[in-house]
């Protein structure tokens, strides 16, 4: 069974486009969208299991140049 996650990402300023080009590039992003607020960015990723979720996110979401920081939102539905 696979599991969902949202993340919220705040990107420096000026390489939001950057970010998103390369989370589009990545198979377990199923979507990710420019987003008003507190963060720049949404992507929803699906996963095998939780232990998926972390490595995606300290091995290849972190590293994208321009990733200030991320919240992972897991869903439990």
Request: aromatic share 6%.
């Amino acid at each position: 069974m696979s599991k969902t996650a949202y993340l919220l990402i705040e990107a420096e300023p000026g390489l939001s486009f950057n970010v998103i080009r390369g989370l589009r590039e990545l198979a377990e992003v199923t979507g990710a969208d420019f987003v008003s607020g507190p963060y720049d960015i949404i992507a929803k990723v699906e996963v095998t299991d939780v232990n998926a979720i972390g490595r995606l996110i300290t091995e290849e979401v972190h590293p994208l140049q321009g990733v200030v920081r991320t919240v992972t939102c897991i869903s439990i539905a």
